[in-house]
């Protein structure tokens, strides 16, 4: 397998992009804007100078790395002849499922769909398609040309054959890729967006400040940085829909949003992407500030 296709040029799909291309595979980049594209492919050779000047990559296998890449805005022209989809779209469930009836419908019949979504059911994604044995989940880490985990989920259907394969082709990108089944967060977000909510809940009830919170459990607990820190950099709107997936899923109140988590995402306070959350961000993300809201 050579040809591969992600489907969404953000921070993950240029991520994923990047790694495919740096170890030999032709990637197809598709995004339904141009200019996305464009400052995809400039993400990818800043990443891949950062790279070189740590001397991990050589100026040769940055040109090639970017020769690899070709990008489209067409779903149907984009995925011609690919062995591999991995759709890296807006976490949103109506939008993935729409993605993959289009990939389902100009896919080669052979090709593998995968999915690198947080939360979002593989088996209701699959439900969608003619091809259920086919759709996996390959749940990349940020940064991804970084992170090590490739979570790879199994929907009800998919099959040992499929499953197999993308163990394999998660080793030749260096990936270390963990087997899951199919149910509400999978690991990663099942363990880490509970631990997060409850983070915010521990300042939504005055246990201790944002500074506080997060110093604990990176001294404490040897996090290389706090959960309010981390879901700044996840995206506050991110880890709410991720709560909200496995409330719904699963059942159980102890997986429902906190309060606060739920406001501060109505009024816009997102993290990292909107300048502000539990911290501020217009300066950059090397020194931590913590919001005036929350300042004592």
Known sequence: MMNVAVIGSGTMGNGIAHVFAQHGFQVSLIDISQPALDKALGTIGKNLDRQVSKSTLTEDEKTATLGRIRTFTSIAEGVQNVELVVEAATENVDLKLQIFRDLDQHAPAGAILASNTSSISITKIAAVTKRADKIIGMHFMNPVPVMKLVEVIRGYATSDEVTSRIMEISRQ???TPTEVNDYPGFVANRILMPMINEAIITLFEGVAGVEEIDTVMKLGMAHPMGPLQ???FIGLD???AILRVLHEGL????YAPCPLLV??????RLGVKSGEGFYTWGHGTKDLIVADRFKK
Do not use: F, S, Y
């Open 230 to 232: 981390l879901a700044d």
């Open 251 to 254: 059942g159980n109140p102890k």
């Open 173 to 175: 990108l260096g990936k």
């Open 263 to 268: 406001n501060m995402v109505m009024a816009g």
């Open 238 to 240: 991110v880890c709410l």
